[in-house]
Each structure stands twice: as structure tokens, then as C-alpha cells.
């Protein structure tokens, strides 16, 4: 175990981790602009303000901002019953994707979280509301620096390895404990006929043990057909703006690319080459250059053509890197 400094705005704590973390982690600092716990009314983005219905309010302390969007906020909170930590975010309502049940509206990234058994790595939603302003409200578990109250994203993660390494990447066994973790939250949605849409660093957000927990299911879908760009990882078939491509396949493409930016801490193509289709084998720079194994299983995942990648989550898991310790 290793203890390692936080600094925030007002003051430095140790925290323990494991040993294959680094020595100074620095988090994004919170956006403490304000003074919220009194406040029926939040401050959301270019000045929009958004009053908290009364049971959001009766429920939990709000203390600060966590992340500003274009479309809407993320605040750090508290439950007041039981002083667990919460995420509430809250987006406008005209930019979310939206489903109606018994002729109630409730947004798509509510209702699918609701319809799935809750998973380990995947963000537990609390509850939901609607705001006066036309802004939805969802309250999540908070998942990250626990008490210290930081923003800290597999981005963040990443940089601060980088930092304490002296190089850019992870080592083999940390991003296999990553990437298990990530798999198992796709398979289980996979299970569930969901797909998340948006996977990249900065939806995962992580603690000091590297346990990570998948968030923002704003884009997700349920279904197996995608049409269209997705999220902002792209793989070549989704540049065919009109044909519908297997939403299983263009996953693994975008995991494949995730599994790769957690070695070289970049992606692996350029956009110009990915729309190109003209790919060849990823590169990897020498010093950061994994088993022979690995590179194999993140190359698969990475083809060009759809049919010759791992057809899910499953395959993936099933390759022999992830079973050898
Ligand atoms: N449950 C959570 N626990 C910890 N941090 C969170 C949580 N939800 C969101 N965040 C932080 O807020 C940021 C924005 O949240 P996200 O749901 O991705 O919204 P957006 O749709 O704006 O991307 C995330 O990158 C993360 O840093
Ligand atoms: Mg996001």
C-alpha cells in the first residue's frame, strides 16, 4: 500500500492505495463557485438557473460542482439520511433523449439504467425528477475520490500514472484489471440488450484502488442496429452515414481503442485513416509495447472489417490474455 497527497483548494489529505498506484495523484479541482446547501436555485451553465424541486431539495445537500457541461451540470452532494455521496446531474431537458411510459416522459438514460440489475461497475441510479425549467435531475451514487470530493475520471487516472511513471501508459496488469472491470459492465448490458454508445476515458470514473464505475448513459441505446456517428469514438463502419452497422462489432472496435489509449495514452488511428479504411496494424511505442498476446487480442478488436472482429463482449473475455494471471 502507498499514501499519496490530494490537494484541494482548501486543504491536502493522504490517502492509502495499492502499490501500483502513483505517489501524487492530482484530481480536477471541484468548480466552487458557489455556496449551494441553502440555495433552492442552482446555477447550472451560462448562467441558466434551475430550482430544485422540493423533494431534491428535502433530500440531499448539494456542495459544489463537479463538471460543466454545454447542455448541463454535474454537482457533488450528500444524502441526508445516509450521508452516502452523490453525482446530480442535471441536463436540459430539449437536448434529452426522452421515452414515454403510461404516457409519462421519463429520459432514456433514467429508464434504461432503471431496467437493469445494478452491476459493480456500473453507476447506480438513485432517483429522478423534473425540474420547472424544463431541466431533468438525476441523482447517482458518486464514485471517485469518496469524501475528498474530486473529479477523477480514467482520463485523470491516466495522467497522473503518466506523471509519477515518468512515461505515458499504464503497465499489462493494471490495464488488464481495467479492462475486466470495463468488459464485465459491457457484457452485462450486452445481456440486457443495452449498449452504452459513448464509451471513452471520460465516462469511467475511478477511485484510488482503480475500481471503476461506467457513467453517462445519455447516448446509449437498446437494440442491435446502429445508423449514424455515435458517441466520439468512430469506428470505420459508422462513416457510412446510411447503412446500418451491428451495434455489437462497433463496441468492440471502440473498447479495442479505449484498451489501446490505456498503453499509449493516445488513440490509435487517426480520423482521416479510420475513414479511410486503410488501417494496418496498431503501433506501439517501444518502451510501452505489451505481451505478444495482448497486442494480438487488441488488433483483432481493432480490424477494419466488422465479421473479423470479436462478434461481443464474451469473445473478448474468453481470449487467452485475459486468462493467464
Ligand atoms: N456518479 C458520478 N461520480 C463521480 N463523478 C461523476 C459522476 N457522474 C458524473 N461525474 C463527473 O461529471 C462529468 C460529467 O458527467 P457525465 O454524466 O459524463 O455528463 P456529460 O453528459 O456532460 O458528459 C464526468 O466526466 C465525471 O467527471
Ligand atoms: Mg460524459
Known amino acids: 500500500m502507498t499514501s499519496f497527497n490530494v490537494k484541494s483548494e482548501d486543504s491536502e489529505k493522504t490517502i492509502v492505495c495499492d502499490d501500483m498506484s502513483p505517489s501524487e495523484w492530482d484530481a480536477e479541482e471541484i468548480l466552487r463557485t458557489h455556496s449551494y446547501p441553502e440555495s433552492h436555485q442552482l446555477v447550472i451553465h451560462r448562467g441558466v438557473k434551475v430550482t430544485l424541486p422540493p423533494q431534491i431539495l428535502a433530500a440531499y445537500t448539494i456542495h459544489s460542482k463537479l463538471a460543466s457541461g454545454t447542455f448541463g451540470s454535474v454537482f457533488y452532494g450528500e444524502e441526508k439520511s445516509t450521508r452516502r455521496p452523490v453525482a446530480i446531474k442535471i441536463v436540459e431537458a430539449s437536448m434529452t433523449k ?3 411510459y403510461n404516457g409519462i416522459k421519463i429520459p432514456k438514460e433514467a429508464a434504461l439504467l432503471q431496467k437493469i ?14 425540474a420547472y425549467e424544463k431541466h431533468w435531475i438525476l441523482v447517482f451514487e458518486y464514485h471517485g475520490f469518496g469524501r475528498d470530493r474530486l473529479k477523477f475520471t480514467l482520463r485523470h487516472y491516466l495522467r497522473n500514472v503518466a506523471k509519477s511513471r515518468g512515461k505515458r501508459g499504464l503497465t499489462e496488469n493494471k490495464v488488464k484489471k481495467i479492462m475486466r ?10 445481456k440486457h440488450g443495452i449498449y452504452h454508445c459513448d464509451l471513452k476515458l471520460d465516462n469511467i470514473v475511478v ?12 447516448l446509449a441505446v437498446e437494440g442491435e442496429k446502429g445508423r449514424g456517428r455515435i458517441g466520439s469514438i468512430f469506428p470505420p463502419e459508422m462513416y457510412d452515414h446510411y447503412i446500418p452497422y451491428e451495434l455489437s462489432t462497433a463496441q468492440i472496435w471502440v473498447l479495442g481503442t479505449v484498451f489501446y489509449q490505456l498503453f499509449e495514452a493516445a488513440k490509435p488511428y487517426h480520423e482521416e485513416r479510420v475513414k479511410s479504411k486503410a488501417l494496418g496494424r496498431v503501433m506501439f511505442s517501444r518502451h ?4 505478444n498476446e495482448c497486442v494480438e487480442l487488441i488488433d483483432w478488436m481493432l480490424k477494419t472489417e466488422p465479421t473479423h472482429r470479436p462478434q461481443s463482449v464474451s469473445r473478448v473475455i474468453e481470449h487467452c490474455w485475459f486468462m493467464c494471471a
Open 207 to 218: 477511485d484510488t484502488e482503480g475500481n471503476l464505475k461506467l457513467i453517462d448513459f445519455g
Open 117 to 130: 440489475p445494478s452491476h459493480p461497475n456500473i453507476i447506480a441510479l438513485i432517483e429522478w425528477a423534473e
Open 181 to 190: 472491470q470495463l468488459l464485465s459492465a459491457c457484457h452485462h448490458l450486452e
Open 98 to 100: 426522452t421515452i414515454s
Open 288 to 291: 510501452n509495447r505489451p505481451s
